[in-house]
């Protein structure tokens, strides 16, 4: 009998307490996300304007260092221990990262609020491979990292309140980064903030519900999509489609009292398509199951570059 209490208690949320905690700390993560970046912000305000104030996440995600302690699972512990189950690595050898994604725990009613209210996102995590930089950069992180130990544990906490876990760099250690990862220059001046959130275009109410047409709607209002490979990536498999805006940019105080505007976060959009063997099953009887899941090396290598200079100062168009 306590085995399978335990079991329950390590698969689940245990209580609607824990459940309702969990929820308002991803809410402040999405606080702190929409308080810095206009674009994320007015593209939600305004699919929801169009879907009847509804969406859905399909995921969260977030970037680390991979080093001792602060790389993916020093944030994996939080959704770990709030029901999450670990899925599927990737691995993406040219820019020296891998990621894991993280699968919600499953309930048995699907929540009918939106956003952070509605069903739990999968989470999306990498990490730099820091032992493959060169030592310059190497010690540029050592030196953030290693001075602040809260980091390893406390990673959900630095992204719930938007503030960094280490102290602020030079300028010169942020180019320094960015001339050889562009990752790592974001994740040392960004930290655990919210890389961004993903709108689950299939679960959208209105016609908007096809990537290629919400594609277009935010192109003819304007936004800048990231164009990498093109705008709309595909998995070898047809099934799961994924396009996202180029991120915003914010102005940064380095500690050598230096201002720059830097990359900050954007906002991704995911379909996934009905699995072939659920061909059959009626439209209105569909659910989350029937549909590709978990994520493709090929679409996130090009939807990493939504936070590189180049997709940012690219013109529109
Ligand atoms: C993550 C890029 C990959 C996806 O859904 O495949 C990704 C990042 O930019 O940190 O979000
Ligand atoms: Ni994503």
């Known amino acids: 009998a306590s085995m399978s209490t335990n079991n329950n208690h390590s698969r689940g949320l245990s209580s609607q307490v824990g459940e ?139 992204s719930a309140l938007g503030t960094l876990p280490w102290e602020k760099p030079l300028s010169s250690e942020f180019e320094q980064l960015a001339r050889e990862s562009e990752y790592a220059a974001w994740t040392l001046a960004n930290g655990y903030a919210l890389n961004h959130v993903t709108i689950s275009v299939h679960r959208l109410k209105s016609h908007l519900n096809r990537i290629k047409k919400l594609n277009q709607f935010l192109e003819e209002k304007g936004f800048k999509l990231n164009s990498e490979g093109g705008v709309l990536k595909v998995s070898p498999d047809g099934g799961l489609l994924q396009s996202s805006t180029v991120a915003d940019s914010i102005s940064f105080k380095f500690s050598d009292g230096v201002i720059k505007s830097i990359p900050c976060s954007y906002i991704e959009f995911a379909e996934r398509l009905v699995l072939p063997q659920f061909q059959n099953v009626p439209e209105g009887e569909i659910e989350e199951y029937h549909r590709r899941d978990g994520f493709e090396v090929g679409n996130a290598d090009k939807i990493f570059e939504s936070t590189n200079q180049e997709q940012l100062s690219r013109r529109t168009g």
């Not at 399909?58 to 959704?79: E, Q, V």
């Open 20 to 158: 309702s905690f969990f929820r308002s700390v991803l809410g402040q993560m999405e606080t702190v996300y929409l308080n810095r970046n206009p674009t994320p912000k007015s593209v939600l305000e305004l699919v929801k304007s169009v879907d009847n104030e509804q969406l859905c996440y399909d995921h969260l995600a977030f970037r680390t260092f991979g080093i001792g302690g602060y790389g993916i699972d020093s944030l994996a512990s939080f959704f770990l221990d709030h029901g999450y189950t670990q899925m599927d690595e990737l691995r993406f050898p040219a820019k020296k990262l891998r990621a894991l994604w993280f699968a919600p725990p499953k309930v048995s009613a699907i929540p009918d609020g939106s956003g952070v209210n509605g069903p739990l996102p999968r989470v999306f995590i990498s990490e730099l491979l820091v032992e493959q930089m060169t030592s310059q950069t190497q010690d540029v992180i050592r030196k953030y990292t290693q001075a602040a130990p809260n980091g390893k544990k406390y990673g959900a906490l630095s």
